[in-house]
């Protein structure tokens, strides 16, 4: 079994490449378990990584060919074995649905915010917003 990899620093890691490719620190997770250089990639919530499903389709079938464990703080999961294959593709499921939940009640808040009349929307520039909520022009 070959060392651990990792997806690197977080902030490095969400920044795409120029040529629009995968994120820099993800690009080279996948480098090092295509290489065999690694024997396990830990995270601590894999399914973070799921809610980007190719991402997280080609990492799962990247480590099942090159026998990488993939871990996280509920277990460590080989993605070659049937059930954590399955295991790890409903965690993957769960993620994205929990993502677009989110993402629906965030869409209900605002909507309801609007419907209030209490959606403040920014102002373009040369407006201020006074403290009655009304918008007024400022310059000329």
Known sequence: MGPVAGHGDRRR????RGDGGFPEGFA???TEVTMGRAGVVPGIGMSRLARTGRDWHQLR???SLSGVLLA???GVYDPGIYNDRLLLGLKGTMSEAELYLIRQRMLTGRLAKAERGELAIPLPIG????PSGEARWTLG
Not at 13 to 16: A, H, Y
Not at 127 to 130: D, K, L, S
């Open 127 to 130: 407006y201020v917003r006074r």
């Open 61 to 63: 079938e990247l480590c």
């Open 13 to 16: 890691s969400r920044r795409v």
């Open 28 to 30: 080279r997770l996948v």
């Open 72 to 74: 996280d703080p509920d």
